[in-house]
Structures are given as structure tokens and as C-alpha cells.
């Protein structure tokens, strides 16, 4: 069955210390891998899209990279403000099948 | 704000009750979606239209009835839920169906709440 998961379930940074989000799919036929940031009683906000192994994207500080079967979310030098749930999505036909999303804490 | 927005942001009814949620988009797109979004786990698509017509059911109980009378406009009509299909309603909307791989843009919610 296709599968999108993502990890770690949440994530506890200090203000600077940068680290990775994981997302990993089982999806046959891939069309895109997305990312988006969720705060809290908010839709998702659209942040990347990725649609070939080796891509990658930068805004701010965040990187979003992919592999043939995982893409990371890497933050640089988080801010408080970055504190939110990150989601990623793999897109098959019609279809965008999203992992649970980590639920990253920046502490200042 | 991402040119979709969604009315009401919160609703609370009982399980006899009949209410509609609302979904507008300003992107000129021609594909919307309705998703459900519960505690800790992954959204899941509920169903999606293309120029009007839907295209997808994932499955979903008939208590949910969709209906999109223009490209612009989604709606959610509810009645006869149950206190398990609480939950944070999202609606998006994309330029076309997502197998062109166009990126989804989602509106703010509506947080339900059935008792």
C-alpha cells in the first residue's frame, strides 16, 4: 500500500541548533513530493515541491531535499518562529497522500 | 491568506442536527478538495472536483454530501454525524486536478466539534 511517514512525531530544538525532518514514501509512481507548515487551527501553507531525485530547494532556513526514497526537511539555525507541524504529501494521480507530520518546538 | 477561504471557522452541532460548511476560492482554479484532519493523524481526502464534476470518493459515509455549483465554490453538507467525525475540515483548491502535479493551496479550516 502507498505510504507516506514521517519522522520524528515531534522535535524539540533549541534557538540555532539545527537538525532534519524526515519524510519516507512506499508510493509507486510518485508524481511530487510537497511539503507544507501547519500552525496551530491553520490549513496547511504551501513551502516546496519536488518532483525528481537529487532536487533540492532553499527558503530561509529550510531545505527541502529528495532521494528515491525519502525526502528531508533540513533547518538552519531555527528561530522560535519556525515552530509549527510540517507535513509532507507524496502525489500520485489524484490523489496527495500525506504523513502524520512532526510537530517541531524551537525553544529560545 | 491564500485565496481560499472557509466559513464557518467553527462549528458545533448535535448528531440530529444539519449544517453546511462553505468554501470559496479567488485563485481562479479548477480543482477543489475537501480533506478531513483528525488529531495525529495523516489528512485524508474526502473528495475532489474538476471543472465541477467530482472526480473522487474516498470511501466517505453518506452523512457527507458535497456539492460544487461553480468552480469557486465548495460546499460540505453534514447531517446525522457522529461524535467521531470531529475533526478540522480543510478545504484547497489547485489549478487543476493534482495528477498535473499543480501545488494545492488550502483554506484556514473549520474546526467541528459533534456531540
Known amino acids: 500500500e502507498d505510504q507516506v511517514t514521517q519522522s520524528p512525531e515531534a522535535l524539540r530544538l533549541q534557538e540555532g541548533e539545527s537538525s532534519s525532518l524526515n519524510c519516507s514514501y512506499t508510493v509507486s509512481g510518485l508524481r511530487g513530493l510537497f511539503w507544507y507548515r501547519q500552525d496551530p487551527g491553520k490549513g496547511p501553507e504551501f513551502l516546496f515541491t519536488?518532483?525528481?531525485a537529487g532536487e533540492e530547494k532553499e527558503k530561509e532556513r529550510l531545505k527541502a531535499t529528495l532521494t528515491k526514497k525519502e525526502s528531508f526537511l533540513h533547518i538552519t539555525a531555527p528561530k522560535p518562529e519556525d515552530s509549527a507541524t510540517y507535513l509532507c504529501a507524496g502525489l500520485l494521480n489524484n490523489d496527495m497522500r500525506f504523513g502524520a507530520g512532526t510537530r517541531l518546538t524551537v525553544k529560545p | 491568506e491564500t485565496g481560499v477561504t472557509q466559513t464557518p471557522r467553527h462549528l458545533v452541532m448535535g448528531m440530529t442536527n444539519k449544517k453546511s460548511l462553505k468554501c470559496e476560492q479567488h485563485l481562479g482554479h479548477n480543482a477543489m478538495y475537501w480533506y478531513k484532519q483528525s488529531a495525529k493523524k495523516p489528512l485524508e481526502l474526502m473528495f475532489v472536483?474538476?471543472?465541477?464534476?467530482?472526480?473522487e470518493n474516498n470511501s466517505v459515509p453518506s452523512r457527507f454530501s458535497p456539492e460544487c455549483p461553480n468552480s469557486s465554490h465548495l460546499f460540505l453538507h453534514l447531517h446525522t454525524l457522529q461524535p467521531e467525525d470531529s475533526a478540522l475540515y480543510l478545504c484547497?483548491?489547485?489549478?487543476?486536478?493534482?495528477?498535473?502535479?499543480?501545488?494545492?493551496?488550502f483554506g484556514p479550516g473549520t474546526r467541528l466539534t459533534v456531540l
Open positions: 484547497a483548491s489547485s489549478r487543476r486536478l493534482a495528477g498535473g502535479t499543480d501545488t494545492q493551496y
Open positions: 472536483y474538476s471543472l465541477e464534476e467530482r472526480v
Open positions: 519536488l518532483y525528481s
